[in-house]
Protein backbone atom coordinates (compact mmCIF):
# COMPACT_ATOMS: atom_id res chain seq x y z
CA UNK A 1 0.00 0.00 0.00
CA UNK A 2 1.65 3.37 -0.92
CA UNK A 3 1.15 6.72 1.26
CA UNK A 4 1.41 10.18 1.44
CA UNK A 5 1.60 12.49 4.67
CA UNK A 6 -0.74 16.14 4.58
CA UNK A 7 1.57 18.01 6.78
CA UNK A 8 0.87 21.54 7.84
CA UNK A 9 2.32 24.44 8.54
CA UNK A 10 0.76 25.14 12.01
CA UNK A 11 -1.73 23.38 13.76
CA UNK A 12 -5.63 25.09 13.18
CA UNK A 13 -4.15 25.26 9.29
CA UNK A 14 -6.82 22.41 7.79
CA UNK A 15 -4.83 19.28 7.41
CA UNK A 16 -8.74 17.65 8.54
CA UNK A 17 -10.41 19.17 5.97
CA UNK A 18 -8.06 18.90 3.63
CA UNK A 19 -7.23 14.91 4.37
CA UNK A 20 -10.93 14.50 3.60
CA UNK A 21 -11.46 15.80 1.16
CA UNK A 22 -8.57 13.97 -0.36
CA UNK A 23 -10.22 10.99 1.03
CA UNK A 24 -13.21 11.46 -0.87
CA UNK A 25 -11.46 12.24 -4.06
CA UNK A 26 -9.61 9.41 -3.90
CA UNK A 27 -12.57 7.60 -3.58
CA UNK A 28 -13.77 8.85 -6.62
CA UNK A 29 -11.02 7.89 -8.83
CA UNK A 30 -11.98 4.24 -8.32
CA UNK A 31 -9.42 3.38 -5.63
CA UNK A 32 -9.36 2.19 -1.98
CA UNK A 33 -8.16 4.62 0.51
CA UNK A 34 -6.76 3.78 3.90
CA UNK A 35 -6.97 6.76 5.74
CA UNK A 36 -3.70 7.27 9.02
CA UNK A 37 -3.17 9.66 11.65
CA UNK A 38 0.10 10.81 12.72
CA UNK A 39 0.06 11.43 16.25
CA UNK A 40 -1.91 9.95 19.51
CA UNK A 41 -5.46 11.66 18.67
CA UNK A 42 -8.79 10.17 18.95
CA UNK A 43 -11.39 13.13 17.36
CA UNK A 44 -9.88 13.56 13.72
CA UNK A 45 -9.35 9.64 12.95
CA UNK A 46 -13.13 9.80 13.74
CA UNK A 47 -13.82 11.91 10.65
CA UNK A 48 -12.25 9.97 8.49
CA UNK A 49 -13.74 6.64 8.88
CA UNK A 50 -16.83 8.47 8.04
CA UNK A 51 -15.42 9.33 4.85
CA UNK A 52 -13.56 6.04 3.92
CA UNK A 53 -15.90 4.29 5.56
CA UNK A 54 -13.06 2.35 7.50
CA UNK A 55 -11.42 2.83 10.89
CA UNK A 56 -7.75 5.02 10.52
CA UNK A 57 -4.46 3.52 11.50
CA UNK A 58 -2.90 5.69 14.22
CA UNK A 59 0.32 6.43 13.76
CA UNK A 60 2.74 7.33 16.45
CA UNK A 61 6.63 7.15 17.23
CA UNK A 62 6.29 7.51 20.78
CA UNK A 63 3.63 5.07 21.10
CA UNK A 64 4.40 2.19 18.75
CA UNK A 65 8.15 2.59 18.33
CA UNK A 66 9.54 3.07 14.16
CA UNK A 67 8.93 -0.92 13.95
CA UNK A 68 5.93 -0.66 15.61
CA UNK A 69 4.49 2.20 12.91
CA UNK A 70 5.74 0.11 10.53
CA UNK A 71 3.82 -2.93 11.38
CA UNK A 72 0.42 -0.90 11.91
CA UNK A 73 1.03 0.67 8.68
CA UNK A 74 0.92 -2.53 6.87
CA UNK A 75 -2.35 -3.53 8.65
CA UNK A 76 -4.30 -1.01 6.76
CA UNK A 77 -5.94 -1.85 3.78
CA UNK A 78 -6.49 0.27 0.49
CA UNK A 79 -4.58 0.79 -2.75
CA UNK A 80 -2.82 4.40 -0.80
CA UNK A 81 -2.97 5.58 2.61
CA UNK A 82 -3.44 9.17 3.17
CA UNK A 83 -1.82 9.96 6.34
CA UNK A 84 -2.98 13.04 8.46
CA UNK A 85 -0.23 14.35 10.17
CA UNK A 86 -0.33 16.67 13.86
CA UNK A 87 0.26 19.99 14.50
CA UNK A 88 3.49 21.69 12.81
CA UNK A 89 5.18 19.36 10.29
CA UNK A 90 7.93 19.65 12.81
CA UNK A 91 6.43 20.19 15.96
CA UNK A 92 6.07 17.44 18.64
CA UNK A 93 8.19 16.37 21.36
CA UNK A 94 7.26 12.81 21.04
CA UNK A 95 6.30 12.07 17.68
CA UNK A 96 6.26 14.58 15.10
CA UNK A 97 4.26 13.87 11.67
CA UNK A 98 7.89 14.67 10.27
CA UNK A 99 9.02 11.22 12.35
CA UNK A 100 6.58 9.63 10.95
CA UNK A 101 6.91 10.98 7.67
CA UNK A 102 10.40 9.76 8.21
CA UNK A 103 10.16 6.76 9.75
CA UNK A 104 7.72 5.41 6.91
CA UNK A 105 9.74 7.01 4.09
CA UNK A 106 6.55 8.88 2.50
CA UNK A 107 6.65 11.90 0.96
CA UNK A 108 5.11 14.88 2.78
CA UNK A 109 2.38 17.18 0.97
CA UNK A 110 2.51 20.43 3.31
CA UNK A 111 -1.18 22.41 3.95
CA UNK A 112 -0.67 25.82 3.93
CA UNK A 113 -3.08 28.50 4.65
CA UNK A 114 -3.50 30.61 1.51
CA UNK A 115 -6.43 32.60 2.82
CA UNK A 116 -4.32 35.91 2.62
CA UNK A 117 -1.39 34.63 0.97
CA UNK A 118 -0.31 34.07 -2.86
CA UNK A 119 3.71 33.86 -3.28
CA UNK A 120 4.16 33.85 0.33
CA UNK A 121 2.49 30.08 -0.11
CA UNK A 122 5.48 29.16 -2.10
CA UNK A 123 8.25 31.02 -0.19
CA UNK A 124 6.35 29.06 2.90
CA UNK A 125 6.46 25.82 1.02
CA UNK A 126 10.17 26.17 0.19
CA UNK A 127 11.32 27.25 3.51
CA UNK A 128 9.91 23.66 4.72
CA UNK A 129 11.59 21.92 2.34
CA UNK A 130 14.70 23.54 2.83
CA UNK A 131 14.91 23.35 6.59
CA UNK A 132 14.44 19.17 6.41
CA UNK A 133 17.94 19.59 4.44
CA UNK A 134 19.42 22.10 6.76
CA UNK A 135 18.71 20.51 9.93
CA UNK A 136 19.66 17.16 8.32
CA UNK A 137 16.04 15.44 8.42
CA UNK A 138 15.13 12.91 5.84
CA UNK A 139 11.62 15.07 4.91
CA UNK A 140 10.77 14.88 1.63
CA UNK A 141 8.39 17.80 1.21
CA UNK A 142 6.60 17.29 -2.64
CA UNK A 143 4.16 19.89 -2.92
CA UNK A 144 1.48 21.80 -2.00
CA UNK A 145 -2.62 21.30 -1.07
CA UNK A 146 -3.43 25.48 -0.46
CA UNK A 147 -6.41 25.75 1.66
CA UNK A 148 -8.67 28.61 1.73
CA UNK A 149 -7.77 29.33 -1.41
CA UNK A 150 -10.07 30.66 -4.26
CA UNK A 151 -9.59 29.97 -8.24
CA UNK A 152 -8.24 32.19 -10.90
CA UNK A 153 -5.81 34.57 -10.17
CA UNK A 154 -5.30 33.56 -6.56
CA UNK A 155 -4.53 30.00 -7.51
CA UNK A 156 -2.69 30.66 -10.80
CA UNK A 157 -1.11 32.50 -8.32
CA UNK A 158 0.22 29.86 -6.09
CA UNK A 159 0.92 27.43 -8.89
CA UNK A 160 3.27 29.41 -10.45
CA UNK A 161 5.08 31.12 -8.25
CA UNK A 162 6.01 27.18 -6.45
CA UNK A 163 9.98 26.16 -7.91
CA UNK A 164 10.36 23.14 -9.88
CA UNK A 165 10.80 20.92 -6.92
CA UNK A 166 7.26 21.53 -5.52
CA UNK A 167 4.09 20.43 -7.04
CA UNK A 168 1.02 22.25 -6.80
CA UNK A 169 -1.54 18.97 -5.75
CA UNK A 170 -4.39 21.71 -5.89
CA UNK A 171 -6.89 23.88 -3.58
CA UNK A 172 -9.17 23.61 -0.68
CA UNK A 173 -11.73 26.53 -1.45
CA UNK A 174 -12.54 28.43 1.38
CA UNK A 175 -16.11 27.63 2.39
CA UNK A 176 -17.78 27.60 6.10
CA UNK A 177 -19.76 24.37 5.32
CA UNK A 178 -16.28 22.79 5.72
CA UNK A 179 -15.54 24.12 8.87
CA UNK A 180 -16.04 21.32 11.97
CA UNK A 181 -17.21 22.60 15.42
CA UNK A 182 -15.19 22.06 18.52
CA UNK A 183 -15.36 22.21 21.98
CA UNK A 184 -13.17 21.24 25.27
CA UNK A 185 -11.19 18.08 23.95
CA UNK A 186 -10.77 19.27 20.34
CA UNK A 187 -13.46 18.48 17.37
CA UNK A 188 -16.64 17.02 17.76
CA UNK A 189 -16.73 13.08 16.79
CA UNK A 190 -16.73 12.41 13.01
CA UNK A 191 -20.34 10.40 13.69
CA UNK A 192 -21.65 14.25 15.74
CA UNK A 193 -20.68 16.55 13.32
CA UNK A 194 -19.88 15.15 9.70
CA UNK A 195 -18.73 17.60 7.30
CA UNK A 196 -21.04 18.53 4.65
CA UNK A 197 -20.94 15.65 2.42
CA UNK A 198 -22.04 18.24 -0.60
CA UNK A 199 -18.94 20.52 0.24
CA UNK A 200 -16.47 17.42 1.00
CA UNK A 201 -16.97 16.58 -2.67
CA UNK A 202 -17.06 20.25 -4.02
CA UNK A 203 -13.95 20.52 -2.34
CA UNK A 204 -12.23 17.15 -3.38
CA UNK A 205 -12.71 18.40 -7.28
CA UNK A 206 -10.02 20.94 -7.24
CA UNK A 207 -7.21 18.09 -5.79
CA UNK A 208 -4.99 16.53 -8.54
CA UNK A 209 -5.07 13.02 -7.56
CA UNK A 210 -3.15 11.78 -10.38
CA UNK A 211 -0.31 13.46 -9.36
CA UNK A 212 -0.59 12.85 -5.36
CA UNK A 213 -0.71 8.59 -6.40
CA UNK A 214 2.26 9.91 -8.81
CA UNK A 215 4.35 10.65 -5.97
CA UNK A 216 2.64 8.15 -2.96
CA UNK A 217 5.49 4.88 -2.12
CA UNK A 218 5.11 2.08 -0.20
CA UNK A 219 6.86 1.97 3.59
CA UNK A 220 9.80 -0.20 3.93
CA UNK A 221 8.70 -3.64 6.28
CA UNK A 222 9.09 -3.73 9.65
CA UNK A 223 12.55 -4.92 11.06
CA UNK A 224 11.40 -7.59 13.72
CA UNK A 225 8.24 -9.81 13.78
CA UNK A 226 7.47 -8.09 17.10
CA UNK A 227 3.82 -7.05 18.13
CA UNK A 228 2.46 -10.51 17.06
CA UNK A 229 -0.24 -11.76 19.58
CA UNK A 230 0.34 -14.71 20.92
CA UNK A 231 -2.36 -17.48 21.13
CA UNK A 232 -5.66 -17.17 21.54
CA UNK A 233 -7.59 -17.77 25.03
CA UNK A 234 -10.90 -18.83 25.57
CA UNK A 235 -11.44 -15.19 27.37
CA UNK A 236 -14.73 -12.93 26.98
CA UNK A 237 -13.75 -9.11 26.98
CA UNK A 238 -16.71 -6.80 26.88
CA UNK A 239 -15.72 -3.33 25.41
CA UNK A 240 -17.78 -0.09 26.35
CA UNK A 241 -18.23 1.65 23.25
CA UNK A 242 -20.76 4.68 23.42
CA UNK A 243 -20.89 8.51 23.32
CA UNK A 244 -19.22 7.83 26.85
CA UNK A 245 -16.71 5.07 25.55
CA UNK A 246 -15.39 6.18 22.51
CA UNK A 247 -11.91 6.97 22.80
CA UNK A 248 -9.82 3.56 21.62
CA UNK A 249 -7.19 2.81 18.64
CA UNK A 250 -8.70 0.71 16.22
CA UNK A 251 -5.06 -1.99 16.84
CA UNK A 252 -6.46 -1.83 20.46
CA UNK A 253 -9.64 -3.94 18.94
CA UNK A 254 -7.91 -5.97 16.49
CA UNK A 255 -5.57 -7.16 19.56
CA UNK A 256 -8.27 -7.99 21.69
CA UNK A 257 -10.19 -9.76 19.20
CA UNK A 258 -7.03 -11.45 17.84
CA UNK A 259 -7.08 -13.37 21.01
CA UNK A 260 -10.20 -13.29 22.94
CA UNK A 261 -13.95 -13.14 22.31
CA UNK A 262 -15.02 -9.29 21.82
CA UNK A 263 -18.87 -8.00 23.13
CA UNK A 264 -19.54 -4.74 23.15
CA UNK A 265 -22.06 -2.44 24.93
CA UNK A 266 -23.76 0.67 25.34
CA UNK A 267 -23.61 2.05 28.94
CA UNK A 268 -24.95 5.39 28.41
CA UNK A 269 -28.07 3.22 26.65
CA UNK A 270 -29.54 1.90 29.27
CA UNK A 271 -26.89 -1.48 28.43
CA UNK A 272 -25.69 -3.79 31.49
CA UNK A 273 -22.93 -5.29 31.31
CA UNK A 274 -22.78 -8.65 29.43
CA UNK A 275 -21.27 -12.21 30.55
CA UNK A 276 -17.99 -11.33 30.57
CA UNK A 277 -14.76 -11.88 31.89
CA UNK A 278 -12.83 -8.76 31.93
CA UNK A 279 -13.68 -5.30 31.33
CA UNK A 280 -12.39 -2.53 28.95
CA UNK A 281 -13.35 0.73 29.65
CA UNK A 282 -11.97 3.23 27.02
CA UNK A 283 -11.89 7.03 27.39
CA UNK A 284 -14.71 9.19 25.82
CA UNK A 285 -16.91 12.20 27.15
CA UNK A 286 -18.28 10.15 30.57
CA UNK A 287 -18.31 14.12 31.66
CA UNK A 288 -21.45 14.59 29.53
CA UNK A 289 -23.67 12.22 29.94
CA UNK A 290 -23.35 12.07 33.69
CA UNK A 291 -26.51 11.19 34.30
CA UNK A 292 -27.22 8.38 32.08
CA UNK A 293 -24.33 6.74 33.53
CA UNK A 294 -25.34 7.34 36.92
CA UNK A 295 -29.04 5.95 36.22
CA UNK A 296 -28.56 2.93 33.97
CA UNK A 297 -27.16 -0.59 35.37
CA UNK A 298 -23.60 -1.21 33.75
CA UNK A 299 -21.54 0.98 36.46
CA UNK A 300 -23.45 -0.96 39.57
CA UNK A 301 -22.97 -4.38 37.84
CA UNK A 302 -18.97 -3.38 37.39
CA UNK A 303 -18.87 -2.50 40.93
CA UNK A 304 -19.95 -5.83 41.71
CA UNK A 305 -18.22 -7.62 39.72
CA UNK A 306 -14.60 -6.10 40.43
CA UNK A 307 -15.61 -6.39 43.96
CA UNK A 308 -15.75 -10.22 43.00
CA UNK A 309 -12.16 -9.93 40.93
CA UNK A 310 -13.05 -9.95 37.52
CA UNK A 311 -10.20 -7.86 36.24
CA UNK A 312 -11.24 -4.19 34.71
CA UNK A 313 -9.36 -2.04 32.73
CA UNK A 314 -10.53 1.84 32.76
CA UNK A 315 -8.58 4.48 30.56
CA UNK A 316 -8.84 8.27 31.24
CA UNK A 317 -13.15 8.09 30.83
CA UNK A 318 -12.74 4.89 31.86
CA UNK A 319 -10.84 5.49 35.00
CA UNK A 320 -12.84 8.83 35.62
CA UNK A 321 -16.27 6.09 35.75
CA UNK A 322 -14.62 3.54 37.74
CA UNK A 323 -14.61 6.43 40.77
CA UNK A 324 -16.84 7.21 43.40
CA UNK A 325 -17.90 9.95 41.71
CA UNK A 326 -17.97 12.20 38.66
CA UNK A 327 -18.55 16.20 38.68
CA UNK A 328 -18.70 18.11 35.81
CA UNK A 329 -17.27 22.06 35.26
CA UNK A 330 -21.35 23.06 35.79
CA UNK A 331 -21.36 21.36 39.02
CA UNK A 332 -23.61 18.23 38.19
CA UNK A 333 -22.37 15.33 39.64
CA UNK A 334 -22.97 11.41 39.68
CA UNK A 335 -22.24 7.99 41.41
CA UNK A 336 -20.05 6.27 39.29
CA UNK A 337 -19.11 2.60 39.66
CA UNK A 338 -17.13 3.09 43.34
CA UNK A 339 -14.70 0.74 42.64
CA UNK A 340 -11.37 2.94 42.67
CA UNK A 341 -11.29 5.53 45.75
CA UNK A 342 -11.30 8.49 43.99
CA UNK A 343 -13.38 11.52 43.00
CA UNK A 344 -13.26 13.06 39.47
CA UNK A 345 -13.78 16.89 38.84
CA UNK A 346 -14.27 18.95 35.87
CA UNK A 347 -11.92 22.09 35.47
CA UNK A 348 -12.05 24.43 32.78
CA UNK A 349 -8.44 23.88 31.06
CA UNK A 350 -6.58 20.89 30.42
CA UNK A 351 -4.92 19.35 33.09
CA UNK A 352 -2.17 17.00 31.27
CA UNK A 353 -1.32 16.97 27.72
CA UNK A 354 2.02 15.24 26.85
CA UNK A 355 2.96 11.90 25.76
CA UNK A 356 4.21 9.87 28.56
CA UNK A 357 6.20 7.16 30.13
CA UNK A 358 5.16 5.11 33.38
CA UNK A 359 7.09 2.28 35.46
CA UNK A 360 5.29 -0.77 37.00
CA UNK A 361 6.31 -0.81 40.90
CA UNK A 362 4.75 -3.53 40.98
CA UNK A 363 2.91 -6.34 38.71
CA UNK A 364 -0.18 -5.35 37.50
CA UNK A 365 -3.18 -5.51 34.92
CA UNK A 366 -1.38 -4.15 31.84
CA UNK A 367 2.60 -4.87 32.95
CA UNK A 368 5.15 -6.85 34.67
CA UNK A 369 7.01 -5.18 37.68
CA UNK A 370 9.94 -3.12 36.67
CA UNK A 371 8.24 -2.75 32.70
CA UNK A 372 7.74 0.55 31.44
CA UNK A 373 4.87 1.56 29.06
CA UNK A 374 4.76 4.66 26.70
CA UNK A 375 1.16 6.14 26.11
CA UNK A 376 -0.65 9.49 26.01
CA UNK A 377 -2.68 11.50 28.29
CA UNK A 378 -4.85 14.91 27.93
CA UNK A 379 -7.64 15.72 30.19
CA UNK A 380 -9.39 18.47 31.89
CA UNK A 381 -10.67 16.67 34.73
CA UNK A 382 -8.54 15.88 38.16
CA UNK A 383 -9.21 13.31 40.86
CA UNK A 384 -9.21 13.85 44.66
CA UNK A 385 -7.88 10.56 45.72
CA UNK A 386 -8.30 8.60 49.22
CA UNK A 387 -5.03 8.25 52.03
CA UNK A 388 -4.85 4.45 51.29
CA UNK A 389 -4.64 4.85 47.60
CA UNK A 390 -2.63 2.23 45.74
CA UNK A 391 -0.97 3.29 42.27
CA UNK A 392 0.86 0.86 39.73
CA UNK A 393 2.58 3.15 38.39
CA UNK A 394 5.46 6.08 38.72
CA UNK A 395 5.76 8.38 36.15
CA UNK A 396 9.62 8.60 34.31
CA UNK A 397 7.53 10.87 32.17
CA UNK A 398 4.16 13.10 32.33
CA UNK A 399 1.66 14.01 35.27
CA UNK A 400 -0.30 10.56 35.67
CA UNK A 401 -3.21 11.10 38.25
CA UNK A 402 -0.67 13.08 40.69
CA UNK A 403 1.89 14.39 38.91
CA UNK A 404 4.38 11.42 39.88
CA UNK A 405 1.61 8.03 39.63
CA UNK A 406 -0.87 6.75 37.38
CA UNK A 407 -2.83 3.54 37.76
CA UNK A 408 -5.22 3.69 40.63
CA UNK A 409 -5.52 0.30 41.76
CA UNK A 410 -8.02 -1.77 43.81
CA UNK A 411 -8.90 -6.07 43.52
CA UNK A 412 -8.22 -6.32 40.17
CA UNK A 413 -8.94 -3.39 38.24
CA UNK A 414 -6.95 -0.86 37.09
CA UNK A 415 -7.41 2.74 36.09
CA UNK A 416 -5.24 4.95 34.38
CA UNK A 417 -5.32 8.42 32.57
CA UNK A 418 -2.72 7.13 30.30
CA UNK A 419 -4.37 5.65 27.17
CA UNK A 420 -1.83 2.95 25.70
CA UNK A 421 -1.57 1.27 22.17
CA UNK A 422 -1.63 -2.15 21.59
CA UNK A 423 1.95 -2.17 20.60
CA UNK A 424 3.09 -1.70 23.79
CA UNK A 425 1.87 -5.13 24.81
CA UNK A 426 -0.24 -4.08 27.54
CA UNK A 427 -2.98 -5.42 26.34
CA UNK A 428 -1.63 -8.80 26.24
CA UNK A 429 -0.72 -8.71 29.30
CA UNK A 430 -4.31 -7.60 30.25
CA UNK A 431 -5.39 -11.10 28.68
CA UNK A 432 -3.06 -13.09 30.41
CA UNK A 433 -3.93 -11.74 33.27
CA UNK A 434 -7.69 -12.69 32.53
Known amino acids: MRGLVLGGTSSGVGKTVATLALLRA????????????????????????????????????????????????????????????????????????????????????????????????????????????????????????????????????????LPDELTYFGRIPPTPDLEIPDRHLGLEM??????????LAAAAEHLRVAELLDVAR???????????????????????DDAAFCFRYPATLERLRDRAEVVTFAPTAGDDLPDCDGVYLPGGYPELHVDALADGPALA?????????MPVLGECGGLMTLAESLTTADGESGEMAGVLPADIEMRDRYQALDHVEMRA??????????????????????????????????????????????????????????????????????????
Open 361 to 434: TAGTLTADPGECLRGHEFHYSEASVGRDARFAFEMERGDGIDGERDGLTEYRTLGTYTHVHAESGAFDRFLDRV
Open 218 to 240: EPPEPDSEGGAPADPTDARIAVA
Open 190 to 199: GDESPVDDDA
Open 26 to 161: VENTGHAVQPAKAGPDFIDPSHHAVVADQPSRTLDAWLEGTDGLRRNYHRGDGDLCVVEGVMGLYDGDGSSTAMVAEALDLPVVLVVDAKAGMESVAATALGFREYAARANRDIDVAGVIAQRAHGGRHADGIREA
Open 301 to 309: TIGERASEG
